[in-house]
């Protein structure tokens, strides 16, 4: 896909991967339009982002609402005239062991990482199918693909919105939508400043710019998926696949260190 001139919306573009994606896009001659909750730090990105062009607008509105998933599709609809790349990248995290977390805290998530992708993109779908060449990018997580403890809801909340691109990426073949399933993995945004794993718990971070450029490379190349991390992550993908059951031992001596380093990790 050539991304000059196109018509991009970012939901949580206002940190993290949604404001560097954003960033990257603009220079590649994008018109982007970002949203997200909190007002005050929507209108210090939008302002930082106009610094490199008038070409980008925003919208505060929690997308994991009905109000807020129109409100955002009015703005973007008004701002850009039409849309044809929407990337669904808003997402939230509360750690901890199952029976410890809030139901709250659990259907906040599921809305936020799955329900609010699958009703969003249901929403924009007919603006997308006018374009003739349009995408739409989910954000999951390498949780996704490999279920750590602790991170079981959330990590089946991104497998789900994973499964629901690839599904809707065949159900849209041919018909000028394609879809890109993207899985970060520890990345360093704001959502993970409550989390004190570090790289002998699985969580080295990488940078929001570096996950922005390998997902614009993928866009660019019409990719079914970009999967990030060290290689020790990418081998834990591997042995996931073949060998689930040394996943699971490998995870019990690390149980004790990782629940104490996480269990303050909420971003929601």
Known sequence: MNLEGKRVLITGGS???GKALARSLLIKGAKVVISGRRADVLASAAQELQRLTPSVWSVAADVAT???RRATVKRTISALGGLDILVNNAGGVRAGRLEKTSEAELRAMIEVDLIAPVLLTRA???VLRESGDAM?????S???LVGMPFYATYGGAKAGAARFGEGLRRELKGEGVHVLNVFPAGTDTPMMKSNRA??????SLESAEAVAA?????????ALEVIRGDEARKQMVALNQSNPAAVDERMVGLKPAL?????NHSAL
Not at 136 to 140: E, L, R
Not at 259 to 263: G, L, P
């Open 214 to 222: 390998a997902i614009v490379k993928a866009m660019e190349a019409n």
């Open 15 to 17: 940190s993290g991967i």
């Open 66 to 68: 009905t109000p807020g």
């Open 142 to 144: 390498v949780a996704a």
């Open 198 to 203: 570090g790289p002998e718990l699985g969580f």
């Open 136 to 140: 739409i990018v989910n954000i999951a």
């Open 124 to 126: 924009v779908l007919p």
């Open 259 to 263: 629940e104490e380093a996480v269990q």
